[in-house]
Each structure stands twice: as structure tokens, then as C-alpha cells.
């Protein structure tokens, strides 16, 4: 049996995740890597923060994601990768043996400018208490003002907007096409 290692949740292997869920690929042992069992999808943050959206609508739970798709979900962070003996390596001292193996781990936003501990980034957006603490924060600064004073950027593929995302929930979906 091949042992296949999927490192990170970026968009490539949510995609994979929702594919498989839909036609298993048998013959194979799967695993999934990441950090957070639950992410919030980046294309909809800025309207997450503006209030149009409750977080739910927003969120991606790809741990619930990987078990529909018969994929292992391991949470953690993957430290060191030796191809040579086909090993991942995570943080916590735990290893992988894989066959194959696939990087898509999303971006990281370089946080060593002045004045990064005012900012909240943008990727990887999980939900540990710190950023729940900090959207809800800035969720209310914005109501209070007339104009918004965040502003999140990220670089999506062109078919990539809530409305056609094939992470988010349905109702997300349907108020993104009004």
C-alpha cells in the first residue's frame, strides 16, 4: 500500500480532500499535515471582518473534510522533510514514513517589520483564542466607524471567489452571488 503525505491545507489539497470525498482513491494510505484542524477561508476574511459573513460561513474544517475523504488528519507542523529516507519530521518529534509526498502549505506573512505586533496577518488564518480574540476586536472597530479600517489582500486564482469555493458553506455560497 502506497503511503501518500499531504503537508499543509492550502487550496490545492482542499481541493484534493473535497475530490476524494466524492471517488476515494483505494490502494493508498493518505495523511494530511496542518497546523489547525479548522481554517478560515482567506478569499472571504475581508468580508468575515466587515460583519457580512459569521465566521461559520467562513470556516473550513478540514479535519472533518479529510475524514469524508478517508484521509488521515494529523495536526501539527512539519519541521524537516528528508526525501532521502522519505521522512517528515514534525515539531512535536513525531514522524512520517511516505512514498509520495505533496507541499501545499499555503503562504506566511513575514512579520520582522516595524510596527507587525498592530497587525493581524492574513495567512495562515487558523482559529487558536489569540485571532478569535483579535477578529472579534477588529469586527467591532469597524461597525463603529463608517469606514472600514482594515484592509486584507491575498492572491486568488481567478475562479476562486466565494462563490465558487468549493470549501465554504452553502449559505456563504448563495449571500456571495446576491
Known sequence: MKRILLIGAGHGHLVMLRSL????LYGARITLVSPFPTLVYSGMLPGLLAGHY???EAQIEVAALAE?????FEQGEVTQ???AARLATLK???SFG???ASLNAGSLVDASFPGAEHALPVKPFGFPRRRDNAVTSLQ???RRRSASPIVAATRLPSDSSPR?????SRSAQTRCSR
Do not use: H, I
Request: aromatic share 14%.
Open 81 to 83: 522533510l528528508d526525501a
Open 21 to 24: 470525498a466524492d471517488k476515494p
Open 54 to 56: 459569521r465566521r461559520a
Open 140 to 142: 467591532l472597530r469597524s
Open 164 to 168: 465558487s469555493s468549493p470549501f465554504c
Open 98 to 100: 511516505y512514498d509520495y
Open 92 to 94: 512535536d518529534g513525531r
Open 68 to 72: 469524508r475523504a478517508y484521509v488521515e
